[in-house]
C-alpha cells in the first residue's frame, strides 16, 4: 500500500542526511565537563526541529545534570500514544589517533556515515524526528497517532535525569508504549525487534590500606598492598570457566523459553567470525555449555573494567599505594533483583577482604532485565512494518547490554517498549570510527513511518 509519508521522505533523503551531519557536528559529550554547553546545544538544535515540523509543547527542560527534551502532539482521539524516546549525548572520541576522519566531522564513505553519535544514538534519534516530519507533512499537518516525544542528553552517563522525571510525570507521559530506537539489526537487512535486555549492577571497589603511599623498600613486608587486596577479592568473584562465586548469584536465574532458543538457533551467526571480527581474541571465553548468544544475552555475568591507582606514568616509582580501586560490573538477567545481587556480592566482597584493608563500595548504577512479550499489538504492527521495508520476516533478538530507560517505562508508566533499531554489529559503537550505514537511516524513518500509519488504521 502506499505511503505519502514515504514518498516524502525518498524524496527529502539528502536534506534529511545533511541535517544529521549539522547534528553530529556538535560534540555533544556527556561524560566531560568542558563540553556541557555543546550537549545543551544539541538539546536546542532538535527542540528547534521539533517546533519547525510542528510538533506542539516543545521544551528542553533543565535537570541537575544536562537537559530533557519534551514535545507532543495529540489530536488523534482514539488512536493510541506513543512515547518515542532516544537521546543526543554520545561517548567521548577517545582514542583520536584511531579515527580514519575526524569524530565530529561526520564523512561518507562505502555508503556509511561515519562520526561519534553516527548509530549510537544521534542517527536513530533523527530518524525519529524525520519520521514525524514526514507523517506530518504528508498528512497536512496531523499525525496519524498521538506522539510524545522524550529524549534525554545523559545516556552515556547513567541517565539519572530522565528516571527522576519519568516517576515524578507520570499524567505527563502517559502513553500506550514507548519506541526505543537505539539498538541494531541482527544482521544487514535483516529486520530485527529487540526483545529482551540484561540487567547492570556497576560498582566500584575502594581498598584502603595505609594513611599514605609508602615506599616499598622500607615498608614492604610490613605494610598492607591494596592492589593485592584487589587481585585477591576480584580472583575469587569468578572461576576461570566464568561461573560467578558470590553465593546465591544464580538464585531464580529464569532460562529463555525453549521456542525462544529454537528460534536463536536459526539465526544468520557464526562464532567463528563472531571470534574473528567481532572479538578479535584468539578463543572465546565463558561458561561451557551455552551458546555464544545465550552466553550474552541470557545469562548473568561479572566483568572488571578497570583498575585505578597507584603509579601508572612511564618510568619506575617504587610505592605500596594507600588505596586502589576497581570498577566492577555484574549483568543481570530476568527474575534476578539487582538490590539482592547488590547485597550478596557486598556481603561477599566484605568477607574476602584481606586483613590490614578496609573495603568500600560505591554504585554507579543498577537496574533489572526486562524481557518484552511479543503478543501485543505494537510488536505486531511493528513487526509488519519492518516486514513491509525489508521484505523479509522479522527476527526477535535479546541484547547483552542495558537500556535501563526501558524498564522506567515498564516501572513507572507499565507500558511495554518497541526496541527497533538500524544499527549494525560492525558499526563500532562506543569505539573509534563509529559508522551508520545510510540506507539504514533511510529504512529507519520509512518504518516509523508505516508502523505509525498501520497503529492509526491508515
Not at 521544551?59 to 524516546?85: M, Q, R
Not at 575526524?102 to 561518507?108: A, G, K, N, R, V
Amino acid at each position: 500500500m502506499a505511503s505519502p509519508a514515504v514518498d516524502f521522505a525518498r524524496n527529502n533523503q539528502q536534506r534529511f542526511l545533511n541535517e544529521l551531519k549539522d547534528l553530529l557536528r556538535i560534540p555533544s559529550v556527556s561524560t566531560l565537563e568542558e563540553h556541557k554547553a555543546d550537549v545543551q546545544k544539541a538539546a536546542e538544535f532538535v527542540a528547534n526541529d521539533l517546533r519547525r515540523i510542528g510538533m506542539e509543547n516543545v521544551e528542553v527542560i533543565p535537570t541537575k545534570g544536562h537537559p530533557l527534551l519534551y514535545a507532543d502532539w495529540l489530536h488523534a482521539p482514539g488512536k493510541p500514544t506513543v512515547l518515542c524516546y532516544a537521546h543526543y549525548d554520545v561517548q567521548p572520541p577517545d582514542p583520536l589517533d584511531e579515527w580514519k576522519t575526524p569524530p565530529f566531522d561526520p564523512t561518507e564513505r562505502n555508503n556509511n556515515i561515519y562520526a561519534r553519535g553516527a548509530v549510537d544514538d544521534k542517527g536513530q534519534l533523527w530518524m525519529e524526528v524525520k519520521a514525524l516530519e514526514s507523517l506530518m507533512k504528508s498528512g497536512n499537518g496531523k499525525l496519524p497517532i498521538n506522539v510524545k516525544v522524550i529524549f534525554e542528553g545523559e545516556e552515556e552517563v547513567g541517565g539519572e535525569s530522565i528516571t527522576e522525571y519519568v516517576r515524578k510525570q507520570k499524567a505527563k507521559l502517559k502513553a500506550d508504549f514507548a519506541l526505543v530506537c537505539d539498538t541494531e539489526l541482527f544482521a544487514p537487512n535483516l529486520p530485527t525487534l529487540c526483545v529482551g535486555l540484561r540487567g547492570l549492577v556497576y560498582t566500584e571497589i575502594e581498598a584502603v590500606g595505609a594513611m599514605i603511599d609508602l615506599h616499598s623498600g622500607v615498608y614492604g613486608g610490613a605494610a598492607p598492598n591494596p592492589f593485592f587486596a584487589l587481585i585477591e577479592i576480584i580472583s575469587k568473584l569468578k572461576d576461570s570457566k566464568g561461573k560467578v562465586l558470590i553465593p546465591g548469584f544464580y538464585k531464580g536465574v529464569k532460562a529463555p523459553s525453549k521456542d525462544e532458543l529454537k528460534a536463536w538457533k536459526r539465526l544468520p551467526f557464526n562464532e567463528e567470525h563472531y571470534r574473528k571480527t567481532e572479538v578479535g581474541s584468539k578463543v572465546l571465553t565463558g561458561e561451557p555449555g551455552y551458546s555464544v548468544l545465550y552466553r550474552t544475552w541470557a545469562r548473568p555475568t561479572l566483568e572488571v573494567h578497570g583498575m585505578p591507582g597507584g603509579f601508572t606514568a612511564a618510568g619506575a616509582k617504587t610505592v605500596i599505594p594507600a588505596k586502589a580501586t576497581a570498577k566492577v560490573s555484574m549483568r543481570l538477567v530476568p527474575n534476578q533483583d539487582p538490590d539482592d545481587i547488590l547485597k550478596r556480592y557486598t556481603a561477599f566482597v566484605k568477607k574476602l577482604t584481606p586483613k590490614g584493608i578496609e573495603t568500600k563500595i560505591k554504585v554507579h548504577s543498577k537496574g533489572p532485565a526486562s524481557v518484552v512479550g511479543t503478543d501485543n499489538p505494537y510488536i505486531k504492527a511493528a513487526t509488519e512494518a519492518l516486514r513491509d521495508t525489508f521484505k523479509k520476516e522479522t527476527v526477535f533478538i535479546r541484547s547483552g547490554g542495558s537500556i535501563p530507560i526501558v524498564n522506567d517505562f515498564y516501572q513507572a508508566l507499565k507500558i511495554p517498549s518497541v526496541m527497533m533499531g538500524f544499527g549494525l554489529p560492525d558499526d563500532n559503537l562506543h569505539a573509534p570510527n563509529e559508522k551508520f550505514h545510510i540506507p539504514n537511516f533511510h529504512h529507519g524513518i520509512e518504518t516509523i513511518c508505516l508502523f505509525f500509519e498501520k497503529l492509526g488504521g491508515k
